[in-house]
Antibody, heavy 118, light 108 residues
Framework: EVQLVETGGGLIQPGGSLRLSCAASGFTVSSNYMSWVRQAPGKGLEWVSIIYSGGSTYYADSVKGRFTISRDNSKNTLYLQMNSLRAEDTAVYYC????????????WGRGTLVTVSS | DIQMTQSPSSLSASVGDRVTITCRAS??????LNWYQQKPGKAPKLLIYAASSLQSGVPSRFSGSGSGTDFTLTISTLQPEDFATYYCQQSFSTLPYTFGQGTKLEIK
């Protein structure tokens, strides 16, 4: 079955770090463009980061310098390392596959909730 | 960044109604416009990509149109399972990808 499963969310204090994982099955992460998209409670969707099949990475200004996207080809898994977390980073984080590199997300995980609070 | 503005923000309709949601981009995005449906507690689901292409498995009552800056999502005959929040998203050449603020479709 083709699917994405995120893990790693939880409650973290401001200034802390967390690493999210997104395990893929049924397709190869490294052959696709993969993104992280987040959704604050009761709010809309916000694109966070992308890693291209060639390895280039890009970030939203709101997380640049604090978040790092990466992948482990041997584990077919996508990651999001989040440092210097702020209250405004509180959200459900989804990983998503960018179908064909056209920027539309055809496959999403269920999401993992990150809560930044003291 | 390209700003995406959806209207209306919320909409009440009845089963069987025809519904149209509009999305406007702050600059021309050609046809790089995608539509998603999201139900409470669930991940978004792709409905339409490239402005008018129906994603595999999506019912044909959903359709999209437009190019440049103005786009529409139409549901021809509302079904009970269509009550959800809908988002447009632009995927034009320059990052970041941006989403509209969402349109909540509620039962009248």
């Amino acid at each position: 079955e083709v699917q994405l499963v995120e893990t790693g969310g939880g409650l973290i204090q401001p200034g802390g770090s967390l690493r999210l994982s997104c395990a893929a099955s049924g397709f190869t992460v490294s052959s696709n463009y993969m993104s992280w998209v987040r959704q604050a409670p009761g709010k809309g969707l916000e694109w966070v980061s992308i890693i291209y099949s060639g390895g280039s990475t890009y970030y939203a200004d709101s997380v640049k310098g604090r978040f790092t996207i990466s992948r482990d080809n041997s584990k077919n898994t996508l990651y999001l390392q989040m440092n210097s977390l702020r209250a405004e980073d509180t959200a459900v984080y989804y990983c998503a596959r960018d179908d064909g590199g056209d920027g539309h997300f055809d496959l999403w995980g269920r999401g993992t909730l990150v809560t930044v609070s003291s | 960044d390209i700003q995406m503005t959806q209207s209306p923000s919320s909409l009440s309709a009845s089963v069987g109604d025809r519904v149209t949601i509009t999305c406007r981009a702050s600059q021309s995005i050609s046809n790089y416009l995608n539509w998603y449906q999201q139900k409470p507690g669930k991940a978004p689901k792709l409905l339409i990509y490239a402005a008018s292409s129906l994603q595999s498995g999506v019912p044909s009552r959903f359709s999209g149109s437009g190019s440049g800056t103005d786009f529409t999502l139409t549901i021809s005959t509302l079904q009970p399972e269509d009550f959800a929040t809908y988002y447009c998203q632009q995927s034009f050449s320059t990052l970041p990808y941006t989403f509209g603020q969402g349109t909540k479709l509620e039962i009248k």
